[in-house]
């Protein structure tokens, strides 16, 4: 999972790029990244870290531009610890063009073939985004043939030829060098993508995010999402232009963003993320009130931070006493996105500190938004009862989690999941609770539904393994879990072969 923003301007925008990647940190903490366009030459910075930590003034004032798009990584394909797979990426042919994804592909393999041996291009690292930009720039220079300029009929005409040629889930932005900045999102919308804008001086300026979160704090009001299938191109000159550009597009975003991933201010796809996780914490009551003896519970806590509206509103719903005894260090990184077990281990000591006076003697149901390896969960059991709690219950506000998830979440291979092949109560045993209850995929569903009806459905695929791009198989899935343990070797007579070592995947769960 990955954050993107875009903004066209009457101004600098380096500084716009900067504060937007900040409300956008909680999307990816590996590396960032800016691009900004003068005329026909770009000015680009980026690195591994957090963006505090990558940008520094001198690198700022060389980021000279009214144009800009900036890229927040959380690595889901290619390699984590290799800094040349920060986004976002350049090409310098047609145009100049430069590119950033928030998704994952699944034809990757198959498009890195085709634009190597097909369209003869270089791909120099891993990333599924710089297949995706060699694909576009391929597109785009089929359209142009020729000519020496491009225009807006070539751009739409690319991005359709890009969404027959691409499977898989992906937000993107990018800037063609000269013209302007273009926004697409997959047929389906799994992955967010909005649209925003503001009036300064009689001028108006625009922006496209992952998350409406950014709109706000740069003075930028929300216009829309961005469709699932749409190009939207703005022109340097600051017009704007849309086309759908496929035939059959369908409204299916990611469950999961709702769960954990976006912020609770953010409205995505018309819903309140807040509102929708208050809601979560509803229907958890009543299959809490089905499962447990409510008897047996003094006290209901969350697990900070995504998971505190779910356990406020169901603390309410059941008459229980709502307590904060977990506080975070907020200077520590999510867990779901560290690297490795031993590291994500530590940090959870680390991060989450318990106030032994909230805890000693009572009987505790923790709410957290998901249960995923378990790694975070078992830990925090542990340290609950070493605080003095008699009893410790734990609700997850999402189902169970089953299948890995292809569509920019890494989370782990089946066999690593811990609710693969265990029921509620072997999981309960596996993390030391006295009793797991999770959320039915139904209420989850139903929740997010009636925030906004135009919903057509969800990728729900790491609950119920139903992937709706409909090119997921098992051989599929084998060769991903092959991959996450192993060394990826690809190899292409007359290149040079591309080796990367997959490190061990990151535990999905609320930090």
Do not use: W
Request: charged content about 25%; proline content about 4%; glycine content about 8%.
């Amino acid at each position: 999972m990955c954050g993107v923003l875009g903004i066209v301007a009457h101004e600098g925008v380096n500084q716009l790029l900067y504060d937007g990647l900040q409300m956008l940190q909680h999307r990816g903490q590996d590396a960032a990244g800016i691009v900004t366009a003068e005329g026909t030459m770009f000015h680009m910075h980026k690195g591994r870290g957090m963006v505090r930590d990558v940008f520094r003034t001198r690198n700022m004032r060389e980021l000279v531009g009214q144009v800009g798009i900036a890229h927040v990584r959380y690595p889901t394909a290619g390699n984590a610890n290799c800094s040349a797979e920060a986004q976002p990426f350049y090409v310098n042919s047609p145009f100049g063009i430069v590119l950033a994804h928030n998704g994952n592909l699944t034809n990757t393999e198959e498009l890195f073939k085709n634009v190597c041996f097909g369209d003869l291009r270089h791909i120099n690292t891993r990333s599924d985004s710089e297949v995706l930009l060699n694909v576009l720039a391929c597109a785009l220079e089929h359209q142009v043939g020729d000519r020496t300029s491009l225009n807006l009929e070539d751009i739409f005409a690319a991005v359709t030829a890009l969404h027959q040629r691409v499977h898989g889930a992906y937000g993107v932005v990018a800037l063609i060098a000269g013209y302007g900045l273009l926004a697409f999102r997959d047929p389906f919308g799994i992955r967010p993508l909005c649209l925003g804008k503001r009036v300064k001086n009689g001028e108006t300026d625009f922006v496209v995010a992952s998350e409406s979160v950014v709109f706000p704090s740069l003075d930028f009001e929300l216009m829309r999402d961005v469709a699932p299938g749409e190009a939207i191109f703005i022109s340097n000159d600051g017009q704007l232009f849309s086309r759908q550009c496929v035939q059959q597009p369908h409204l299916m975003p990611c469950l999961f963003e709702y769960v954990y991933f976006a912020r609770p201010d953010s409205v995505m796809d018309g819903v309140s993320v807040y509102q929708a996780r208050l809601n979560m914490g509803i229907t958890l009551a009543e299959k809490v009130r089905r499962t447990l003896n409510l008897d047996d519970i003094d006290v209901v806590m969350p697990v900070p931070d995504t998971s505190r509206p779910s356990a406020m509103e169901l603390a309410q719903h059941l008459n229980k006493p709502y307590r904060e005894g977990l506080f975070k260090n907020r200077y520590i990184g999510r867990t779901f996105i560290m690297p490795g077990q031993s590291v994500r281990k530590k940090s959870v000591r680390q991060k989450l500190n318990p106030m032994n006076y909230e805890f000693k003697g009572k009987r505790v149901l923790l709410v957290d938004d998901s249960i995923v390896r378990g790694t975070t969960s078992r830990e925090i059991v542990d340290m609950v009862r070493e605080a003095g709690a008699t009893k410790v219950y734990f609700a997850s506000a999402a189902p169970a989690v089953l299948f890995p998830n292809v569509y920019g979440i890494d989370m782990p291979t089946r066999e690593e999941l811990i609710s693969y092949q265990r029921d509620a109560d072997q999981v309960a045993e596996e993390i030391g609770a006295d009793g797991v209850v999770f959320q039915d995929l139904e209420d989850l569903k139903a929740v997010v539904l009636s925030l906004n009806p135009q919903i057509e459905g969800f990728d729900s695929s790491c609950f119920d393994g139903r992937y709706i791009t409909g090119d997921i198989d098992e051989a599929y899935l084998q060769r991903l879990s092959d991959n996450k343990h192993n060394l990826v070797t690809f190899a292409v007579p007359g290149l040079i072969e591309h080796s990367v070592s997959v490190q061990e995947n990151e535990d999905d769960e609320e930090d």
